[in-house]
């Protein structure tokens, strides 16, 4: 991966058209051909970026480009359309690279992981007359947490997080849209469970047709006191 933190401006052209203009930026090369633009707000997400797989060329910049300043043109040109993000460098102020190696990939962590085990021990938290079809429901996109049915005979989809936000909605709106196409399965609702769910999540998950469940992973786990709750 390749780190450059430098002054400068951007512009995607092609299907649609963006233009950051000239800031202190950290752009992100990876192996993968992606190219990655961050500011230093706006949580973990780029300002903008170029999806692999794409080629990165770097020119010298024009005599109209080298007069406000430019003094190196980045083109990131995507393989499978017209899409290119054009970064225009005014100044480089960091630049190193390092190998990463293979990444192990996601590990859920514990609370999920129990999240999970315990649902699907205890569906019928989700309504009477729920069961179990299977945990870790694998699709070729991933794994869906549980697929189950309810009290009627219908498959449902069910997505777990600690905490519920819209990244979340959208991962389980993809394995609907899959799981609807197999004629043994569909019709497929889901349901969306996390101990929190932000309210952007809830209104996402509403737009999309599916069910938001607030899980008390305490109660779950036997070991919340009902009798010493103020309410």
């Excluded at 092609?14 to 752009?27: E, F, N, S, V």
């Excluded at 009477?128 to 869906?144: D, K, W």
């Excluded at 189950?148 to 709106?173: F, N």
Aim: proline letters at 4%; hydrophobic letters at 40%.
């Amino acid at each position: 991966m390749r780190l450059v933190i430098a002054r400068c401006s951007v512009d995607y052209v092609g299907r649609l058209k963006a233009h950051l203009p000239l800031a202190t930026r950290l752009l992100l090369v990876k192996a993968d051909g992606s190219v990655l633009v961050h500011s230093d707000g706006g949580s973990y997400k780029p300002l903008n970026w170029m999806s692999p797989p794409a080629r990165l060329s770097v020119s010298t910049p024009d005599e109209v480009d080298v007069e406000v300043g430019v003094i190196e043109q980045w083109t990131v040109q995507s393989a499978k359309t017209d899409d290119r993000l054009i970064i225009n460098i005014h100044e480089q102020l960091h630049d190193t690279s390092h190998e990463l190696g293979q990444d192990p990939g996601l590990i859920k962590d514990g609370v999920e992981a129990d999240l999970q085990r315990l649902l699907a021990e205890q569906i019928e938290t989700l309504g009477a007359g729920f069961s179990l079809i299977r945990r870790e429901y694998f699709t070729a996109i991933g794994p869906v947490d549980i697929l189950a049915r309810d009290a009627s005979g219908g498959t449902v989809a069910i997505e777990l997080k600690r905490r519920g936000d819209i990244d979340g909605v959208e991962q389980l709106t993809r394995y609907l849209e899959l799981l609807n196409r197999d004629p043994l399965l569909a019709p497929v609702r889901g349901i969306f469970a996390a101990q929190q769910i932000k309210p952007q999540a809830k209104v996402l998950a509403n737009d999309r047709g599916i069910d938001c469940v607030t899980l008390d992973y305490d109660a779950m786990r036997g070991v919340d006191d009902s009798e010493s709750r103020l309410f």
